[in-house]
């Protein structure tokens, strides 16, 4: 998400410790069910005008909703420069919090079906530039998507540089895209026949030169990844503008990346990443909500969707536990779900080695075997209480 400017200070919503800490982070620093997963290919392409452009039949249950659980991102800023070292694993063997009990409290209690799980290109490479996985690392980052696939969850793989390996572009002056490729592909051919995981291919691209040339880098991590051997699973594509819903249409993101072919010529499962908070900036940083999307983001870019048979899966959602984003994040969460033939989901930011008093903080709290939620998740992002997910 964007930064917040002032005179004095750059604040980014993602953490950046440059040590393991020794207790979860409370705020942002300073400086920067056992079914398989659902099948998202698109909703066949309207035939000549799609006006009036109302949301199928179908519409009004989500197929997924789920929570970040961070902590390989950590170290990770807005530049992408990342920090491999500065990385805590949100499981407690790896003395993080109890990542594990948080995503089986998430599924058992609340119904959850998805977890995001962000990392570091530096972490899985020990801070070289290569497509090539250091498996030391590797092994401490699958141990958490192993934890979140023995929940029956689906869980994202999210690759958390903003398009950038230390402040460079991929594909526009920084890496190559056939080092991304590489990456990709050998991350994919770990998971390439487990129906439950979906390919992020990269947290929040923003002031990208060329959106077309992005859109090329894309396809290379697309191809890498089919032709790893993971053919049928989800793949996330994201934007510019920090893969803003409310600007993916107008800054060429969604034309550019429509583009975008699996090796067979096909769209089969290739969904739009888009991200959208609440505050007055759309920066995820502030504890008050002042928009719920809908005008603004929502329905044009679901009209967008439905008019190029594409859809569109919001990663990163979320607002303080306050009184205006539980009314404004429900109203969000509700516009999402009238609009399920083309938005197949959400999740919010964030638990994992966040504590609950962490601005957007959505990490659950446990009193001996019991877990209890932020006012946040209870009110608006829970499926057993929202009753959204199909």
Not at 224 to 250: E, H, K, M, Y
């Amino acid at each position: 998400m964007s930064p917040v400017f002032s005179s004095t200070v750059v604040i980014f919503r993602t953490p950046a410790p440059t040590s393991v800490p020794t207790s979860a982070p409370t705020s942002v620093p300073v400086s920067t069910p056992s079914t398989p997963a659902p099948s998202s290919s698109a909703p066949a392409t309207p035939s000549g005008s799609c006006a009036p452009n109302t949301p199928a039949a179908t519409a009004g249950k989500l197929r997924f909703a789920g929570v970040n659980i961070a902590g390989f991102d950590f170290g990770c800023n807005t530049d992408g420069s990342c920090t491999a070292s500065a990385a805590w694993p949100p499981l407690m063997q790896y003395y993080g919090m109890d990542g594990a009990g948080q995503m089986k409290h998430f599924v058992q209690d609340d119904g959850f079906n998805v977890f995001r799980l962000p990392v570091g290109w530096q972490f899985l490479t020990n801070d070289v530039l290569t497509g090539t996985i250091y498996e030391q690392n590797f092994q401490k980052y699958d141990d958490l998507v192993q934890t979140c696939l023995s929940t029956g969850a689906s869980c994202i793989i999210d690759v958390h540089n903003y398009a950038r390996w230390n402040k460079e572009i991929i594909g526009q002056g920084g890496p190559s895209n056939e080092v991304f490729a590489q990456l990709w592909g050998n991350i994919a051919s770990k998971y390439a026949n487990n129906s439950k995981i979906i390919f992020g291919v990269m947290n929040e691209p923003h002031d990208i030169p060329d959106i077309n040339l992005w859109a090329t880098t894309v396809q290379a991590a697309v191809t890498a990844i089919r032709q790893a051997g993971a053919t049928t699973q989800i793949i996330l594509l994201p934007g510019n503008n920090w893969t803003s819903a409310a600007t993916f249409v107008s800054n060429g993101s969604a034309d550019a990346l429509n583009k975008v072919k699996n090796p067979d010529g096909s769209i089969t499962n290739l969904v739009f990443d888009v991200h959208k908070y609440l505050d007055y900036d759309n920066s995820g940083t502030n504890a008050e909500c002042t928009t719920n999307n809908i005008d603004d983001a929502w329905t044009p870019l679901s009209q967008w969707l439905r008019c190029n048979g594409r859809q569109a899966f919001n990663t990163e959602t979320g607002g303080g536990n306050t009184a205006s984003c539980q009314t404004m994040l429900c109203q969000q969460v509700q516009a999402q779900a009238q609009n399920s033939d083309v938005i197949i989901g959400y999740v919010g930011w964030a638990a994992g080695n966040f504590y609950p008093t962490y601005v957007l903080g959505e990490t659950p709290t446990q009193s001996g075997s019991t877990w209890s939620d932020t006012s946040l998740v209870q009110a608006c992002l829970s499926p057993k209480t929202n009753k959204l997910i199909a």
